[in-house]
Antibody, heavy 119, light 110 residues
Framework: QVQLVQSGAEVKKPGASVKVSCKASGYSFMNHNIIWVRQAAGQGLELVGWMSPHNIKARLAQKFQGRVTMTGDSSIGTAYMELSSLRSEDTAVYYC????????????WGRGTLVTVSS | QSVLTQPPSTSGTPGQRVTISCSGS????????VSWYQQLPGAAPKLLIF???QRPSGVPDRFSGSKSGTSASLAISGLQSEDEADYYCTTWDDSPNGWVFGGGTKVTVL
């Protein structure tokens, strides 16, 4: 079955870091970019950044530069997004999505990972 | 403040046709293709329309997309109760390089 399987919910304290995983299943991990998007409760979608599994080169939205690291492990077909120096405003559902081959859209989404930042 | 502008909400009765607009600029919609996503309550977004007006397999033909200049639209004809969801437009922005999203439109079926 073609899917993206994300890691489970996390609760973190302010200042800590969180690492969310996104495992590709049923397709070749190397053939598609992975994009990360977050959604705070009741809010819209916000781009975090995206990564090419080929060269693990990540591009981040400006507001996340310096706080987000995106990596991948092609041997297990998994992408990771690590967010550091967490603050309450980072509380959100984090989604990974697959970039379509040859197209500028996202054709497969993970179910999301809730990250809660609370003291 | 989203780069792409969508109306916050719209509504219709079953069977009606509703449209959702998505307004951008020359660096995003004016230069690149638009995709639309449906997000049902409590679920992840799902691809609805790609390349301005193409439907993935499995998406009913009640959903259609169009683009003109720096704006795009999503139309839902024959509105059904299961269409009640949030809808987002997105495209690539050449300046700065990156994807941009609309703020989302909540469709309510009366």
């Amino acid at each position: 079955q073609v899917q993206l399987v994300q890691s489970g919910a996390e609760v973190k304290k302010p200042g800590a870091s969180v690492k969310v995983s996104c495992k590709a299943s049923g397709y070749s991990f190397m053939n598609h970019n992975i994009i990360w998007v977050r959604q705070a409760a009741g809010q819209g979608l916000e781009l975090v950044g995206w990564m090419s599994p080929h060269n693990i080169k990540a591009r981040l939205a400006q507001k996340f530069q310096g706080r987000v690291t995106m990596t991948g492990d092609s041997s297990i077909g998994t992408a990771y997004m690590e967010l550091s120096s967490l603050r309450s405003e980072d509380t959100a559902v984090y989604y990974c999505a697959r970039g379509a081959q040859g197209g500028w859209y996202f054709d497969l989404w993970g179910r999301g990972t809730l990250v809660t930042v609370s003291s | 403040q989203s780069v792409l502008t969508q109306p916050p909400s719209t509504s219709g009765t079953p069977g009606q046709r509703v449209t959702i607009s998505c307004s951008g600029s020359s660096s995003n919609i004016g230069s690149n293709t638009v995709s639309w996503y449906q997000q049902l309550p409590g679920a992840a977004p799902k691809l609805l329309i790609f390349s301005n007006n193409q439907r993935p397999s499995g998406v009913p033909d009640r959903f259609s997309g169009s683009k003109s200049g720096t704006s795009a639209s999503l139309a839902i004809s024959g509105l059904q109760s299961e269409d009640e969801a949030d809808y987002y437009c997105t495209t690539w922005d050449d300046s700065p390089n990156g994807w941009v999203f609309g703020g989302g439109t909540k469709v309510t079926v009366l």
